[in-house]
């Protein structure tokens, strides 16, 4: 099945007979059979005609709609993914603190250990290395403390901390070019930054829409606070995923020359990719997404990252329906 990602301005998507049509500005024309699309990414302006739509929704394909620089717009969808006794269960233990809480700390937990792999294995070997090394070691301690947490407020201070390290540590591995000062949001202040802002807005999507194919409430989350239109249970979820795709994606990319400082426009408004290098950062991620993983440990099946994303949720969707928190296993990597 395809994820189609449509990056030139001006494009069209239509419809002929069993087929969708994406013709560029300049009158090229692909043809993709329908069955085979499982989700479609459009960044900036594309155009999509009605009928494209209808067709998009009746085969039950997601299209989620990106500025040019990459800001996430909005999702379209159709509403076949309900399941209202497994959601009325679901609010029940979001707000139940005992499940809440171990939950969130498997999942912290696990994102820290990531984090700690992720950081091992680009650690560099110059006089940078002593310095990683020290991070890391904070890293444990933040982690030590999480077995000992009595509430999410605890929690989330420890992962905080670990947070910082890990950012500081990263910019220590990185080339010169794209050294960096911390995270930065929104707008991503660096090109290091700019590529991480991008993957997570995607992965968060990626995770949105295995949660809801899992019939669960994408807002109805166990970590983070609820908010307005935030899909707090996605934020929950890819806490875990994070370094493992968008992390090391953004670092083979840097550091194995894939992409270079002057493929990114710097504005008023934050620092983003260009065309070219979008394209790139595009083809890696869902390289990596592809990659065959045996990291979940409870099943010896080697699966791409994108298929163990989707057992994921399913884990998570079995933890809501017996209500026990240990069946959720976080991924860990080595």
């Known amino acids: 099945m395809s994820y189609i990602y449509i990056t030139e301005q001006g494009s069209k998507i239509s419809v002929e007979g069993g087929y969708c049509t994406v013709t560029s500005a300049n009158e090229m024309k692909r043809l993709i059979p329908i069955e085979t699309i499982e989700y479609v990414s459009l960044f900036g302006n594309i155009n999509l005609t009605t009928p494209a739509l209808q067709m998009f929704m009746k085969n039950n394909i997601t299209v989620t709609l990106y500025s040019k620089t990459g800001a996430y717009f909005g999702r379209i969808m159709s509403n076949e993914n309900v399941n209202i006794l497994r959601q009325r269960k679901q609010f029940r233990l979001s707000g139940d603190t005992e499940f809440s809480l171990n939950i969130a700390k498997r999942i912290i937990d696990a994102k820290i250990h990531n984090q700690s792999v992720v ?9 940078n290395a002593d310095k990683v090394k020290e991070m890391l070691h904070q890293m444990k301690i933040a982690a030590k ?70 019939r669960l409430n994408v807002y109805a989350g166990f970590l983070h606070r609820d908010r307005e239109r935030h899909p707090t249970l996605a934020s929950d979820m890819m806490e875990e995923w994070r370094s493992v795709i968008v992390d090391s994606t953004v670092l083979s990319l840097i550091n194995g020359h894939e992409v270079k400082k002057d493929g990114f426009t710097r504005t008023n408004n934050g620092v983003f990719l260009d065309d070219k290098t979008l394209k ?55």
Do not use: H
């Not at 950081?119 to 006089?127: A, F, I, T, V, W």
């Open 119 to 127: 950081l091992n294995r680009y650690c560099p070997e110059n006089e």
């Open 145 to 214: 403390g999480i077995a000992e947490c009595t509430d999410i407020d605890r929690l989330i201070g420890y992962e905080g901390a670990a947070a910082r390290c890990y950012f500081t540590g990263l910019s220590l591995c990185v080339d010169d070019d794209f050294k960096f000062s911390g995270r930065s949001r929104r707008p991503p202040k660096d090109e290091f930054n700019s590529m991480l802002s991008l993957g997570y807005s995607m992965l968060m999507n990626e995770i949105y829409g295995v949660l809801e194919g899992k």
């Open 280 to 334: 790139i950062f595009l083809k890696k991620y869902e390289g990596k997404l592809r990659t065959s993983t045996s990291y979940l440990a409870y099943t010896n099946e080697r699966q791409s990252f994108r298929r163990a994303l989707w057992t994921q949720a399913s884990m998570l969707a079995k933890a809501v329906d017996n209500e026990r928190f240990d069946i959720y296993e976080p991924i860990r990597i080595r």
